[in-house]
């Protein structure tokens, strides 16, 4: 790998992880179309890397409300009258509560599921197939309005439906964001907290990915090491600017717009995957 190409799939990983395109499936198409057969299991978890801080940069002053929250839960607690009273009042720890709740699910799925979706990942007949799915559930969400539940009357179930559907959102073609996002408007979520919550429960997921890679027999790589930081650079700056986008998507109720896309890119992706 060059770094034209590292830049290349820096610049997909960053844009994909958060547009509502599925990352992992142009990930997949990309690595085939530079003939990078085997993955580079390394070089993956830089570009993730450089979204997590992507995510965390866009988030920051949330993250350290909750942290804040989190290390005064115990006053917090006693000015509330307990702690199910704080979490119906107290915005950061109710999101922090949701947090956990949602990573539940998604952590049991990854683990229990790691090697069959480990095996799925160069399948582009599987991405070509679940690109449609996203494609579907963005389209699904064209007519729900605003004004829906704010974070305090976001549930604990709503929490557990959605990390499922993270959970699920480890089959390549199916996108992360767009599937939680969507799955969250369903559940009559506020737009705005939707939007947050979704990358907000990202980090966990993508952290615990990340470690869990990290524990792979299959780490060395050929790549130079400027390579691979400037791919992750381009994956954190590119990634930086597709969040900020794609809340503003969001916000406006706009979601359904990359449908066509997603349909488009899923059929090329069978008809190739079918005829080649």
Known sequence: MNAIEAIVLGTVQGLTEFLPVSSSGHLVLFQNFLGLNEPELIFDICLHVGTLSAVIIVFYREILDILRALFQIQGRMKMAGGFKRLCETDPSIRMALLIVVGSIPTAVIGLLFREITDQLFGSTTIVGCMLLVTGTLLWLTRHIRGGGRPVGQTTLKDALLIGIVQGLAILPGISR????????????????????????????????????????????????????????????????????????????????????????????????????
Do not use: E
């Open 177 to 276: 964001s767009g599937a939680t996002i969507s799955t969250a408007l369903f559940l009559s979520v506020d737009r705005k907290v939707a939007g947050r919550y979704s990358f907000l429960l990202s980090i966990p997921a993508i952290a615990g990915a990340l470690v869990l890679g990290l524990d792979a027999p299959d780490l060395q790589t050929t790549i130079p090491m400027d390579t691979i930081v400037v791919g992750s650079a381009v994956s954190a700056a590119v990634g930086w600017f597709a969040l900020v986008i794609l809340l503003r998507v969001v916000d406006r109720g706009q979601l359904h717009r990359f449908s066509p896309y997603c349909w488009l890119l899923g059929i090329v992706t069978l008809v190739i995957a079918w005829t080649g």
